[in-house]
Nanobody
Framework: QLQLVESGGDLVQPGGSLRLSCAASGFTLDYYTIGWFRQAPGKEREGVSCISLSGDSTNYADPVKGRFAISRDNAKNTVYLQMNSLKPEDTAVYYC???????????????????WGQGTQVTVSS
């Protein structure tokens, strides 16, 4: 059974950092593009970042550019989202998602992804 499991969410003060992990089980991430999305209470889900299967292509939503960094370690079957300079508006449940594709680029578009994790809570507050 294909499964994605997010971890690393926590309560952090503004300006702090967190690293989220997205681990796959039941399949290898080598052939999958991975995206990170988030949903805050009362708001629609929004795209955060994505990374192509090779890792050569990454994209970031404007609100997180320069603060977040996505990476992947296919040997560990895991994708990471390093989040720095966190702001209260980054508070949300963060989800990772996967799509099997050979496209060299990735899209931060939720309807492109077929597999989703259960999410991890990130709260930025003093």
């Amino acid at each position: 059974q294909l499964q994605l499991v997010e971890s690393g969410g926590d309560l952090v003060q503004p300006g702090g950092s967190l690293r989220l992990s997205c681990a796959a089980s039941g399949f290898t991430l080598d052939y999958y593009t991975i995206g990170w999305f988030r949903q805050a209470p009362g708001k629609e889900r929004e795209g955060v970042s994505c990374i192509s299967l090779s890792g050569d292509s990454t994209n970031y939503a404007d609100p997180v550019k320069g603060r977040f960094a996505i990476s992947r370690d296919n040997a560990k079957n895991t994708v990471y989202l390093q989040m720095n300079s966190l702001k209260p508006e980054d508070t949300a449940v963060y989800y990772c998602a996967a799509v099997k594709t050979y496209r060299p680029v990735c899209l931060i578009r939720s309807n492109w992804y077929g597999y989703w994790g259960q999410g991890t809570q990130v709260t930025v507050s003093s």
